[in-house]
């Protein structure tokens, strides 16, 4: 699977219904995470769901209350580079300067940047850009996450492609499903 | 050491300190009083001089006061204030010795043994004394003993001097009340007759220890040096302010920084010897107009290292304005904790402190409260499983296991058009038409009866996890007591 883990250094974009689940899996992978989110919005990751993933005594939630403030404290967030990833929940487009100015933070804090957007809402600043959807799937156990839809539909430095994969609640892993099953 | 004979002690009695210091702040003429309110009725907590004269006393209804003396002028009493100007006066006759006690609300006393002659002998100091008290306006009465009880009795009743070694012959003409003994107590020796000192040290102490206990007989041997009793000064507060005057006014933001670091490296060695670390710092930045500018940084976690904090203030620095220039900045650390040194690492900072250098970064721009982390909470309703709780105000805490998988993205129950106990085979949500493939369930969750909690009105319900042909797997629930079904979440 090219193109994840996400590259460093830089900012991507996860939309779709599950995008959150993206984010949860990068979080995995990074250990720490800095999650930034406005205060006043009713659908939230659960923290009991995110506990799937990581230890839930490691995230960091910042709690603001626009996209303005959001922006600053993940610029902060990734120029500080103490934390490897940046989950950021936007609720507004990102123009090109605001995009512009996360990839700078990014870069000088060595750290990740992932924007949860709505569908249609990406900036053209961004490094990748990935939907997230869900597939039915009878044959899996019950304990294992659902079969999602990963498109990458955007992506500054190589193909697009799109893999079928699920999150392993055991082995705490991303598993790529062959699409030969299909 | 000194024994007790040999110790002398002066006791300062200020019978009218809180309206005396209210009338330095603001003279009046006249009948004065303070009034504080107890029980609900305005009472008289202390007159001035005028108003004593004219038959007021402490502790009177303050409307029947105004009956008496109609041109009474009042204030409300400030007891916490008073408290400070006590400490104040405190702090100030240390001047004299080193050994200053606060006694009650109202009085000092003091150990002069051994330092009345840096005074010019204890006659000079008292007049000293009394001529700064005046000239501050503060109405004094002072006692002057071997020990603290006799230096309290001759305060209270009739000033005076008691010379070395006796005690007995300066305060056997005072009343016993002088002992410092409850209104109870002094009352009944009154009834019995023994009205002076004097009569009661004659009195047989047997049957006195048996009618009014223990203590009237402590009090008494306190008073006349046969029982030690210490004075305990307080201690300083540590004070944890540093200033630097600036010969001539600075405004870059470069040269503002440098000057705070120097305060940070005076600061911190405080800190560094009380073994506390700041956790609220203010520097203040005073302009050559008088105006002072002030930068707060509220820390995540108390630090005593110049080289972390100093990065942490850039910010705050950055938008202060210069206005003409800055000639004085002061750095106080508002609010410290205690922070016991620690063997060094081998390695630099530690993940904990990278984190708190990065919760207070962020906590200065949307407010400490607003950078939270996730605490484990006892209950087994889902929403409430997990606490969301200020990082900075915090530890991290290890999570209990959580056997059952939970969805990923929950929000308020969302309801369906569905009946039946069992999950529906088609139903619509959010304007998707979705097909039940297989659910797995149920899951009864119990209401906390002892939470009133509106979210859980329709009793219980029973948690289905559903899988649909078009892939969503939600998360919902069919209340039993109030037929209905509701989505509540989506797995991942």
């Known amino acids: 699977m090219t193109s994840f883990p996400l590259q460093t250094a830089r900012v991507h974009e996860a939309c779709g219904p599950l995008s959150g689940s993206l984010a949860a899996v990068m979080a995995a992978q990074a250990g720490d995470v800095l999650w930034l989110r406005e205060d006043w919005q009713q659908q939230a990751i659960s923290p009991s769901g995110l506990a799937g993933y990581i230890d839930l005594s490691q995230p960091l939630v910042a709690q603001t209350t626009d996209q303005t403030e959001t922006l600053a404290v993940a610029e902060d967030g990734l120029r500080d580079g103490n934390v490897p990833l940046v989950v950021m929940e936007l609720t507004a487009p990102l123009g090109l300067t605001a995009g512009r100015r996360l990839q700078l933070a990014a870069k000088a804090g060595n750290s990740i940047g992932l924007c949860l957007i709505r569908d249609g809402m990406g900036s053209p600043a961004a490094e990748t850009r990935w939907h997230c959807g869900a597939l039915p799937d009878p044959d899996s156990a019950p304990e294992d996450s659902t079969l999602q839809r990963w498109a990458l539909i955007k992506n500054k430095s190589g193909t697009l492609g799109v893999w079928h994969v699920r999150w392993s609640q055991s082995a705490r892993r991303l598993i790529v499903v062959s699409k030969a099953r299909e | ?492």
């Open chain 2, 1 to 492: 050491m000194f024994d007790g004979a040999n110790r002398r002690v002066v006791s300062l009695w200020f019978p009218r300190l809180a309206s005396d210091r209210a009338l330095r702040v603001r003279p009046v003429d006249g009948p004065f009083a303070l009034t504080l309110k107890q029980d609900n009725t305005n009472r008289i907590h202390c007159l001035n001089a005028v108003a004593e004269r004219q038959g007021l006393y402490r502790g009177m209804v303050f409307s029947d006061a105004r009956a008496f003396c109609p041109d009474l002028q009042s204030k409300p009493a400030q007891p916490e204030v008073d408290r400070r100007f006590l400490g104040s006066l405190r702090r100030w006759a240390v001047r004299y010795c080193p050994w200053v006690g606060i006694e009650g609300e109202d009085g000092l006393v003091m150990d002069i043994t051994g330092s009345a002659h840096l005074a010019g002998g204890e006659a000079a100091m008292l007049c000293d004394l009394r001529q700064r008290l005046g000239r501050i306006g503060l109405t004094v009465q002072i006692g002057l003993g071997d020990t603290r009880g006799a230096a309290w009795a001759l305060a209270h009743h009739g000033e005076g001097v008691a010379p070395p070694g006796e005690a007995l012959a300066a305060l056997g003409p005072l009343p016993v009340a002088g002992l410092r003994l409850e209104p109870v107590i002094a009352a009944a020796l009154q009834r019995l007759g023994l009205r002076t000192i004097a009569h009661l040290a004659k009195a047989p102490r047997a049957p006195l220890a048996r009618r009014f206990g223990p203590e009237l007989l402590m009090r008494l041997d306190q008073a006349l040096g046969t029982q030690p009793e210490q004075i305990s000064p307080q201690a300083e507060p540590p004070h944890y302010a540093v200033r630097m005057s600036l010969p001539e006014p600075i405004g870059l933001e470069a040269d503002v920084m440098a000057g705070t670091e120097r305060l940070l490296i005076r600061l911190c060695d405080k800190l560094k010897q009380q073994q506390t670390g700041a956790r609220v710092l203010c520097l203040t930045l005073r302009r050559i107009d008088s105006q002072a500018q002030h930068v707060e940084l509220r820390l995540a976690r108390p630090l005593r290292d110049p080289a972390r904090i100093l990065p942490l203030f850039a910010r705050g620095i950055g938008e202060a304005d210069a206005g003409f220039g800055i000639d004085q900045l002061r750095l106080e650390a508002t609010q410290v904790e205690v922070l016991p040194s620690e063997q060094m690492g081998p390695a630099g900072p530690d993940r904990q402190d990278r984190l708190a250098d990065l919760i207070t970064r962020i906590g200065a721009r949307i407010g400490l409260e607003n950078v939270q982390r996730f605490l484990p909470a006892d209950s087994h309703i889902p929403e409430r499983s997990v606490i969301i709780a200020p990082a900075a105000y915090s530890k991290p805490e290890p999570f209990p296991a959580n056997p059952r998988p939970r969805p990923l993205i929950m929000f308020p129950p969302e309801a369906i058009p569905a009946t039946g106990p069992r999950p529906p085979q088609h139903f619509r949500w959010r304007r998707m038409r979705l097909t039940t493939m297989r659910a797995t369930g149920p899951e009864r969750i119990m209401p906390e009866w002892w939470l009133d909690d509106d979210n859980w009105r329709s009793g219980m319900r029973d948690y289905w996890r559903v899988e649909t042909t078009e892939g969503r797997r939600l998360w919902m629930f069919y209340t039993p007591q109030n037929p209905g079904w509701f989505v509540q979440g989506v797995f991942p």
